[in-house]
């Protein structure tokens, strides 16, 4: 029987001991598609009180695995890239929308927007996987 991929979503959010770390809560999944919010924390910035560059990669990458996953095949990802727009600082609640761009039998191109509490888009992240 074929899970869901909210079940797939769940099961993989129990063993990953660093989403959890980051206060990742999945809000949305559903094939090719993932929703994501945390909030940044003290210890997640650098020495100028802007939010750490791999945080926001980090939750990028996270919507990238659940989105890709969905389909219950195990998705690996072969190249990554960010664009940071804007600062993000503590406190600042932060949304990950992780949509799939193109799918093959091997290879998936996703596009993800991360925005901020007040809807500015704060990081552009494109992400490929390959399909084992």
Do not use: C
């Amino acid at each position: 029987m074929m899970m869901t991929p909210e079940e797939i979503t769940k099961t993989m959010m129990d063993k990953d001991a660093f989403s959890q770390w980051l206060g990742i809560e999945v809000m949305e999944v559903s094939l090719g598609y993932s929703k994501l919010k945390m909030i940044v924390r003290e210890e997640m910035v650098n020495g100028f009180q802007i939010a750490h560059g791999g945080i926001t990669y980090a939750l990028a990458d996270s919507a990238l695995a659940f989105a890709s996953n969905s389909y219950g095949n195990i998705a690996l990802s072969i190249e990554t890239s960010i664009s940071h727009l804007y600062p993000v600082k503590v406190i600042d609640e932060l949304t990950a929308i992780a949509i799939e761009i193109s799918k093959s039998n091997k290879i998936g191109t996703y596009q993800v927007e991360i925005s901020n509490q007040n809807k500015k888009v704060v990081a552009h992240f494109k992400g490929t996987v390959y399909f084992k």
